[in-house]
């Protein structure tokens, strides 16, 4: 079974920083970040992680797992919203109190997704994979990340439903501020490696393939349990996006999965558009998803709204998700089954 928590307007945001903190010179973006939730009737409360960053990362792993702990025990924070991601999440995992983890969201992406994914998989409780904190500091945000609110107010036993984006960002112009955050210019679209229709079912579960591939084999990587204990066996739709990986890495990434036994009882495989992907020897990105394809007979749907190309659609790791995808265009409706 899969436990969602409970999110409404006036909520309390807990912003800390279990992978990267901001450096001095860029916290102006937090408290922008801040005051535009504030704005909109959200309370904010900052750790002391948030305002640091030394030798890639916000403090010492010990310190930052003390303070995530402290927040998801803190009955008056209703959500956890990290700034950003980083590099080194996966040094707090062995001091996280998942026996004791509150019924409450935590959204983000990138090194994040390893902290979303192992909390799904430990605990049956639903993550959000969608926004950070920064991405949030303009005046208005595009339709498809607005959509995160919506999403964390569903309802257990509801749906709710998320279409593709009709533009993203190719580049990041950080030099260029704008009211929206993101820089929309290039036409979306959603993509199957067999060029037909799709539609799968299944729950969902992803991130950021650099970095959940790392759970692999460890405790907190325990699929077969989390299906046996969660989800009853049910297909598993997974999502992914590349933040930086060339075309073999991202090979050897997803033959480990797959060696791992992750791909068992899979009804789809989702990719996230990238800056990454870079070609190695004549071997494209096309080759990884229809290499992936052939071997596994599982659909492919790639070039979606998820990643480091924003905007991105919030996808709940645990939610049973229908994915329909044609000509471009794709919907993705999720079920909050327990």
């Not at 916000?58 to 025990?73: I, L, W």
């Not at 000509?327 to 999720?334: A, R």
Request: charged share 25%; aromatic share 10%.
């Amino acid at each position: 079974m899969i436990t969602y928590p409970s999110f409404m307007k006036k909520a309390t945001i807990g912003v800390t920083a279990p992978s990267s903190g901001v450096q001095e010179d860029l916290h102006a973006l937090v408290k922008l970040s801040c005051s535009q939730l504030e704005e909109r009737d959200y309370r904010i409360i900052c750790g002391d992680t948030v305002w640091t960053q030394d030798k890639a990362k916000s403090s010492p792993a010990r310190k930052r797992a003390h303070e995530f702990n402290e927040m998801m025990k803190d009955e008056t924070i209703d959500l956890i919203l990290p700034p950003w991601g980083g590099e080194l999440l996966i040094e707090i995992l062995e001091e996280l109190d998942f026996d004791n983890m509150k019924n409450k969201w935590v959204l983000g992406y990138s090194d994040t997704s390893m902290l979303l994914l192992a909390i799904t998989l430990k605990t049956g409780i639903a993550t959000a994979h969608g926004t950070n904190l920064i991405d949030l500091r303009g005046k208005y945000s595009d339709d498809t990340t607005a959509m995160w609110e919506s999403v964390l107010s569903s309802k257990t036993g509801s749906s709710i439903t998320q279409y593709s984006s009709e533009k993203y960002q190719l580049k990041w112009q950080h030099d260029n501020p704008s009211p929206c955050v993101f820089h929309l210019t290039e036409e979306t679209s959603w993509k199957t490696v067999t060029g037909k229709r799709v539609k799968v079912e299944g729950r969902l579960l992803g991130g950021c393939i650099d970095i959940i591939r790392h759970l692999i084999g460890t405790p907190y990587g325990d699929l077969q349990n989390f299906r046996e204990k969660h989800i009853h066996d049910e297909p598993v739709i997974w999502y992914f996006e590349n933040s930086e990986l060339k075309t073999t890495d991202l090979r050897r990434s997803l033959m480990q999965m797959k060696l791992a036994g992750w791909f068992e009882n899979c009804s789809c495989i989702l990719f996230g558009r990238s800056p990454a992907n870079e070609s190695v020897e004549n071997y494209t990105i096309e080759d990884v998803y229809q290499d992936l394809s052939d071997e596994t007979q599982i659909p492919i749907i790639y070039d979606i709204d998820c990643g480091h190309m924003p905007p991105q659609i919030t996808f709940v790791n645990g939610a049973y998700g229908v994915i329909k995808v044609e000509e471009g265009k794709g919907i993705v409706v999720q079920y909050f089954k327990e």
